[in-house]
């Protein structure tokens, strides 16, 4: 008899066997990117980056997965509110513990982004609400349309499937036929993959690498993910109106501009030939939701071994202007 032709172990429901009531008061997370999160050294610095060192437990449950169990629900809150985290550079996502998490349990980012170059004559809340949809569910829109506007995009707050690509620019065919190129920004997010902008992981492996998985279960799991988000893009038939605030400051948190090799390597030798003003450079592993009362900040970086100092950009633009993909 080999190993699979055991019978299976069945654990007795039985509350002694159960730790609902400790986990009432915890989140549970996945790194999107294992290869670059170490677990261990996440479970250890992520408390002290919250503040809450003496006051959380951390578990690691998988490569990918783990559990964070608060002393106290403000604490839990104050995490959670300030989502998306990161970690070494790369997002990870966090949810509270659920008996019966749904099919979609940590596959999904709730993320603002910027949306620029929209065209004048097509600047309104509908057309604010299709542009965000192509990137994910829309959950809400920041704009007044009865205040001036002094920054030159709109930001809306979406549900991001972690199966698709955070995209940087998109063509609109406009009605007259003539094409515009919409650009996104994303706050508060920090490294994808230059090729399939996807948050995963930094090697050009595309959405194959994403569904290529050991375990069957998992996999399956994964490709009826992919087809679904491939499904939604063909289903435009809803008119649904967004959420609308008015306060378009809310939740505002850095942007990250991303770059490929070649521009990095070209500007880290230029940072080598002058001298510049720097701030703080973040460190390997550090983790943050990026947020920020002054607006956003253009950090630029290759791959998660390399960081470059952010400050004073040497081409004339201010810190606070964001580049487009």
Not at 79 to 108: A, G
Not at 146 to 160: D, G, M, P
Not at 180 to 192: D, N
Request: proline share 6%.
């Amino acid at each position: 008899m080999t190993l699979c032709d055991e019978e299976p172990l069945v654990l007795p429901d039985e509350p002694r066997f159960k730790v609902f009531e400790e986990s009432a008061i915890s989140l549970l997370g996945r790194l999107l990117n294992p290869d670059c999160q170490p677990m261990d050294k996440m479970i250890m610095d992520m408390p002290r980056i919250w503040r809450v060192y003496d006051k959380v437990r951390g578990i690691a449950l998988s490569r990918d997965k783990f559990q964070f169990i608060f002393q106290r629900e403000e604490d839990l809150l104050t995490v959670l509110k300030d989502r998306p985290w990161s970690y070494n550079h790369w997002t990870m996502l966090l949810e509270w513990w659920t008996p019966s998490p749904p099919r979609d349990f940590l596959t999904m980012v709730d993320v603002w982004i910027q949306i620029s170059k929209i065209p004048v004559n097509y600047y309104k809340l509908e057309t604010m609400d299709f542009l965000a949809d192509k990137v994910g569910k829309v959950i809400e829109i920041a704009y007044d349309p009865k205040a001036s506007q002094k920054e030159a995009f709109i930001r809306a707050h979406v549900r991001l499937d972690i199966a698709n690509p955070a995209i940087c620019e998109k063509v609109l065919t406009l009605p007259t036929g003539e094409q515009v190129l919409i650009e996104y920004a994303y706050e508060k997010l920090r490294k994808r993959c230059f090729h399939c902008q996807r948050l995963t992981h930094e090697r050009p492996a595309f959405a194959i690498q994403y569904i290529s998985h050991s375990n069957d279960t998992e996999r399956n799991a994964r490709i009826l993910r992919v087809q679904q988000a491939l499904e939604s893009d063909l289903d435009t038939t809803s008119v649904k109106m967004p959420k609308l605030t008015t306060d378009l400051q809310k939740d505002k948190g850095h942007v990250f501009g991303f770059e490929d090799h070649h521009r990095a390597a070209k500007k880290r030798n230029l940072f080598m030939d002058r001298s510049v003003v720097s701030e703080t450079v973040f460190n390997d592993q550090e983790g943050s939701s990026s947020s920020s009362p002054l607006g956003p900040t253009v950090f630029r970086m290759g791959s998660s071994s390399e960081t470059l100092p952010s400050g004073t950009r040497i081409d004339g633009k201010k810190p606070g202007v964001i580049d487009p993909c």
